[in-house]
């Protein structure tokens, strides 16, 4: 279960020191969609396939509506995606005034609403 942080290469930089991070997960996640495809469930339970999470983080960091745009158009549209809302500002956030709240509802649905509406299979 991947994650797909972030698509904006500023952002991943700016508070992971990861400059390449856009690039090298575009690969990584084509790559893991090649080799086990699309999440398949049996009874209930996950038995094969990919599931990424995606963190929604204020003020669309993130990048989160692109996230999902690469998803559904670079990935599969039946990816399975978990869009957590569980962003808490820590350790340096407080250094960070966009992103030393917590997201708002708003912003979840945003994401949240946008996925279901490119038909990506929503994790709950």
Known sequence: MPDAKYLNSDSSEKYSFA???????????????RQVGDLEIKDGLAIRGLLIRHLV????VAGSIDIIDFLANEVSKNTFVNIMEQYRPTFKAHNFPEINRPITHQEFHTVYDYAKKRGLRLAD
């Open 19 to 33: 400059q390449d991070y856009p690039d090298v997960m575009k690969a990584a996640l084509r790559e893991m969609h």
């Open 57 to 60: 983080m204020p003020n669309n």
